[in-house]
């Protein structure tokens, strides 16, 4: 079974923190992952890729991946309140599956 | 990204009723996939839904439950048949880039099941 694991939160920063958000998936068949923002009651949306094992920046999101430990996390530095939101991960498995599988996200409050 | 719309984009419906969802994609795509996301839910994959072939539905998703057409490159329509309250949900189509591992989301429609 391909999953995706996600801790659900709260978790809680303040303004200006940096912000953690991790993930972990159960089958080295992905190469493809992904951070989706979702705010209440809008649709996820796209932030941020990673393919390679390393990190990935783009402005304040920096996505990290370690394929040997089946590890995704994402950061998001000098958080804002506006960063409040529920954060998806997803990891792509090809082949045969060819689907997206989702954790069930976290859900980051920044204090003002 | 390519700007998707869908249609209602919420609704109020009775049991035992249905309702079809559009998705509307504003360039082509090979690729559509539906979602559904049931309240303090992820994602959970309903179908996806490729042009020139008939649709692949996830394992608990079954055609008579959820059909779904697809008629050009631009367009799909998921169905919601024989509706009951367990059905009351958010349902989402995608459109994916690649080998559709990069997917791009509509707004969603909010369904409430009486």
């Known amino acids: 079974q391909k999953e995706v694991e996600q801790n659900s939160g709260p978790l809680s920063v303040p303004e200006g923190a940096i912000a953690s958000l991790n993930c972990t998936y159960s089958?080295?068949?992905?190469?493809?992952f992904f951070w989706y923002r979702q705010y209440s009651g809008k649709s996820p949306e796209l932030i941020m890729s990673?393919?390679?094992?390393g990190d990935k920046e783009d402005g304040r999101f920096t996505a990290q991946l370690n394929k040997a430990s089946q590890y995704v996390s994402l950061l998001i530095r000098d958080s804002q309140p506006s960063d409040s939101a529920t954060y998806l991960c997803a990891a792509f498995y090809g082949g045969a599956t060819n689907k997206l599988i989702f954790g069930t996200g976290t859900l980051l409050a920044v204090q003002p | 990204s390519a700007v998707i719309s869908q249609k209602p984009s919420r609704d109020i419906c009775q049991r035992g009723t249905s309702l079809t969802i559009q998705c509307q994609v504003d360039?082509?795509?090979?690729?559509m996939f539906w979602y559904r996301q049931q309240p303090g839910q992820s994602l959970t994959l309903i179908a996806t839904a490729n042009q020139g072939s008939e649709a692949t539905y996830e394992s608990g998703f079954v055609i008579d439950k959820f059909p779904i057409s697809r008629p050009n490159l631009t367009f799909s329509t998921l169905t919601v048949s024989n509706m009951s309250p367990e059905d009351s949900s958010i349902y989402l189509c995608?459109?994916?880039?690649?080998?559709?591992?990069?997917?791009?989301f509509g707004p969603g429609t909010r369904l409430l099941v009486l």
């Open positions: 360039s082509q795509v090979t690729m």
């Open positions: 990673i393919y390679s094992n």
């Open positions: 995608s459109v994916g880039q690649g080998k559709g591992e990069t997917q791009y």
């Open positions: 089958d080295r068949g992905s190469q493809s």
